[in-house]
């Protein structure tokens, strides 16, 4: 079963993935990726929401040449996602 990750994202990353011109993240693996799963990535700037997000699927996951605990997602754009509430 798919499970979809909020995560909060910085401006500069998040405008890349919005354009197209970044189809990955380096991400701490405390949620357990997998592929098939779905990231609704929320811009934070200056440690507040800004009202802009952005889906992607995880089509691939790799922790080659990572920090232990740390894994590459390749992800493709999907969507805008659904506002839920953001704990900081």
Request: hydrophobic share 35%.
């Amino acid at each position: 079963m798919s499970v979809t990750h909020h995560l909060k994202i910085l401006p500069p990353y998040f405008k890349a993935v919005e354009d197209g011109r970044k189809n990955f993240e380096i991400r701490k693996n405390d949620r357990g990726f997998r592929e098939g799963d779905s990231l609704c990535l929320h811009e934070w700037e200056d440690g507040v929401f800004t009202g802009q997000s952005v889906d992607v699927l995880i089509t691939y996951v790799t922790d080659y040449m990572q920090k232990p605990g740390y894994v590459v997602l390749g992800t493709k754009k999907k969507a805008e996602c659904d506002i839920i509430e953001i704990n900081q």
